[in-house]
């Protein structure tokens, strides 16, 4: 049984920072790309990074990158997020999703090639 869980989620002050992890089990987690969406109510979730299978590429959308680093730790099938100088727009559910599309260029990938999904975890950035 595929289980992707996310945790980490939480109220937090602008500028400072939070750990978004994702436990993964059930399917081949070094085989997948995994990426973070971000979803606020009444618009479309957003891509927010992403990372191929062996961790030595990653992408960021323009509004987070130089302040969001992931990660991904293929002994602990766990995906991470370090999210530093957050600003009160990063506001939104955090879902962790996994790929087994065989290419390598996670910065194409729209939300449709992404198999599994978390149930996602909130954070919520006070100004």
């Known amino acids: 049984q595929v289980q992707v869980v996310e945790s980490g989620g939480d109220v937090v002050q602008a500028g400072g920072s939070l750990t978004l992890s994702c436990t993964t089990s059930g399917f081949p987690f070094d085989d997948y790309i995994m990426a973070w969406f971000r979803q606020v109510p009444g618009e479309e979730r957003e891509r927010v990074s992403c990372?191929?299978?062996?961790?030595?590429?990653?992408y960021y959308t323009d509004s987070v990158n130089g302040r969001f680093t992931i990660s991904r730790d293929n002994a602990k099938i766990t995906l991470y997020l370090q999210m530093n100088s957050v600003k009160p727009e990063d506001t939104a559910m955090y879902y962790c999703?996994?790929?087994?599309?065989?290419?390598?260029?996670?910065?194409?990938?729209?939300?449709?090639?992404?198999?599994?999904w978390g149930q996602g975890t909130q954070v919520t950035v006070s100004s």
């Open positions: 999703a996994a790929s087994r599309n065989r290419g390598n260029n996670c910065q194409y990938f729209g939300a449709t090639l992404y198999n599994y």
């Open positions: 990372i191929n299978r062996s961790g030595d590429y990653a």
